[in-house]
């Protein structure tokens, strides 16, 4: 009997001290909604194929952040923060040191701004800025696409949310997961696993949340233009063109130089004929490499006390509303372009101004069809889509002068 009590105080024990009892205290419930957040997440990119790339790894960093005693969840919002674990300065409500774990040294090539600017140099090196050198003129529409940020700004600061919260919740409407990042790391790094699940959660809803917006704004007639074809473009047009945005923008927006310049230098890489070895690498082993540690350590930050509140619900509905005035800035802009020139531009193409590359411009080449089968607006929204690129990086440099 007393081997018995023995083995069963055994069991008792080592369940006490596991993450099981952990969710019947206080506050454990929090954990095993969030545990089940991550499982809706993780079938969001593997079943419905919603940026996997990206979403996996986020959902994935949920789950372990979320697992109890496991030591996770990413325990610091800043640099001083991440010295003062290490060095066993930081504690918890109740008094206790923390002791970092692998999230949190991951999670510092976030907080660092390493990971995202690297992104962009992966991203530069797979992009073909051709359609938008044919047509400069799209630079308006990828401008015009960024209407939803300053718009979801102004809203965010109506519902009470600090200047530079809002400026980390109104960049999710351009629709740039790195992006999103990179400016939230820097303004508000307590609220950055909400705001990249919500950024990555829309751009991969592109195909849902535009279309409606697209329609609503435009007429069969004008949803029906044929396009005409784009100008030649030349070798030395290519290879110019990343170097002059890279001095033009950095000059005028410094803050943006990191964004736009790594984004630009992949390009440079990919178009000069003289580094197809380390632009592959960019595009392959650097790109994959860091979108695995950027998800990882992203998702590590939604731990059930930073992800549960009413908050969250306010960023995710600022981030649709973000996103769906940056569709209609673009696609109004377009209307004025169909009307300047008289027909000659399919308003569709400017709804691809935001930085979903090429998700955008697939859909308003869809849409396009849908009206005229014999339309063809891919490689035309490829340029305002690009331009969204450029654009997202130079709102972020603006939010990040004039809050950071």
């Given at each position: 009997?007393?081997?018995?009590?023995?083995?069963?105080?055994?069991?008792?024990?080592?369940?006490?001290?596991?993450?099981?009892?952990?969710?019947?205290?206080?506050?454990?419930?929090?954990?095993?909604?969030?545990?089940?957040?991550?499982?809706?997440?993780?079938?969001?990119?593997?079943?419905?194929?919603?940026?996997?790339?990206?979403?996996?790894?986020?959902?994935?960093?949920?789950?372990?952040?979320?697992?109890?005693?496991?030591?996770?969840?990413?325990?610091?919002?800043?640099?001083?923060?991440?010295?003062?674990?290490?060095?066993?300065?930081?504690?918890?409500e109740a008094g206790k040191t923390l002791t970092p774990g692998l999230m949190d040294f991951l999670y510092f090539g976030v907080k660092a701004g390493i990971y995202p600017p690297l992104i962009f140099l992966g991203i530069g090196s797979m992009t073909d800025f051709t359609s938008l050198i044919a047509?400069?003129?799209?630079?308006?529409?990828?401008?015009?696409?960024?209407?939803?940020?300053?718009?979801?700004?102004?809203?965010?600061?109506?519902?009470?949310?600090?200047?530079?919260?809002?400026?980390?919740?109104?960049?999710?409407?351009?629709?740039?997961?790195?992006?999103?990042?990179?400016?939230?790391?820097?303004?508000?790094?307590?609220?950055?696993?909400?705001?990249?699940?919500?950024?990555?959660?829309?751009?991969?809803?592109?195909?849902?949340?535009?279309?409606?917006?697209?329609?609503?704004?435009?007429?069969?007639?004008?949803?029906?233009?044929?396009?005409?074809?784009?100008?030649?473009?030349?070798?030395?047009?290519?290879?110019?063109?990343?170097?002059?945005?890279?001095?033009?923008?950095?000059?005028?927006?410094?803050?943006?130089?990191?964004?736009?310049?790594?984004?630009?230098?992949?390009?440079?890489?990919?178009?000069?004929?003289?580094?197809?070895?380390?632009?592959?690498?960019?595009?392959?082993?650097?790109?994959?490499?860091?979108?695995?540690?950027?998800?990882?350590?992203?998702?590590?930050?939604?731990?059930?006390?930073?992800?549960?509140?009413?908050?969250?619900?306010?960023?995710?509905?600022?981030?649709?509303?973000?996103?769906?005035?940056?569709?209609?800035?673009?696609?109004?802009?377009?209307?004025?372009?169909?009307?300047?020139?008289?027909?000659?531009?399919?308003?569709?193409?400017?709804?691809?101004?935001?930085?979903?590359?090429?998700?955008?411009?697939?859909?308003?080449?869809?849409?396009?069809?849908?009206?005229?089968?014999?339309?063809?607006?891919?490689?035309?929204?490829?340029?305002?889509?690009?331009?969204?690129?450029?654009?997202?990086?130079?709102?972020?440099?603006?939010?990040?002068?004039?809050?950071?």
């Amino acid at each position: 009997m007393e081997v018995l009590q023995g083995v069963w105080e055994v069991i008792k024990s080592i369940f006490l001290n596991s993450g099981y009892a952990y969710f019947f205290s206080d506050g454990g419930w929090k954990n095993l909604v969030m545990i089940i957040v991550a499982f809706f997440f993780l079938w969001l990119g593997i079943k419905r194929g919603f940026e996997p790339l990206l979403m996996i790894p986020i959902a994935f960093g949920m789950l372990l952040a979320n697992l109890p005693m496991a030591n996770l969840a990413v325990q610091y919002h800043d640099l001083q923060g991440f010295i003062d674990l290490v060095a066993g300065r930081l504690t918890d409500e109740a008094g206790k040191t923390l002791t970092p774990g692998l999230m949190d040294f991951l999670y510092f090539g976030v907080k660092a701004g390493i990971y995202p600017p690297l992104i962009f140099l992966g991203i530069g090196s797979m992009t073909d800025f051709t359609s938008l050198i044919a047509r400069p003129s799209s630079f308006i529409l990828g401008a015009a696409a960024q209407l939803g940020i300053f718009i979801a700004y102004l809203v965010a600061i109506l519902l009470g949310f600090a200047p530079n919260e809002a400026g980390s919740i109104a960049i999710i409407g351009g629709a740039d997961g790195p992006t999103a990042i990179f400016v939230t790391s820097k303004l508000a790094p307590a609220m950055l696993g909400t705001i990249a699940v919500a950024a990555y959660s829309y751009m991969a809803l592109v195909p849902v949340i535009q279309p409606p917006i697209m329609r609503a704004l435009t007429t069969k007639k004008e949803r029906s233009v044929v396009m005409g074809n784009l100008r030649p473009v030349s070798k030395l047009e290519k290879i110019l063109f990343p170097i002059m945005v890279t001095v033009i923008v950095s000059l005028l927006l410094p803050d943006a130089a990191t964004l736009v310049g790594m984004l630009m230098l992949g390009n440079l890489l990919k178009e000069s004929g003289r580094t197809d070895r380390i632009a592959k690498a960019a595009q392959n082993e650097l790109m994959n490499i860091v979108t695995i540690l950027l998800g990882l350590s992203v998702g590590a930050t939604t731990s059930a006390q930073a992800f549960l509140n009413l908050n969250t619900l306010k960023i995710v509905l600022l981030g649709l509303l973000a996103f769906g005035f940056g569709t209609a800035g673009g696609t109004l802009f377009g209307k004025l372009m169909y009307l300047l020139s008289r027909g000659k531009v399919n308003p569709l193409i400017g709804s691809a101004g935001v930085s979903a590359v090429p998700m955008a411009a697939r859909v308003s080449q869809k849409v396009g069809a849908q009206e005229n089968p014999s339309n063809f607006l891919l490689m035309h929204a490829m340029g305002p889509n690009v331009s969204g690129v450029i654009g997202s990086a130079v709102a972020a440099g603006i939010l990040l002068t004039l809050l950071g």
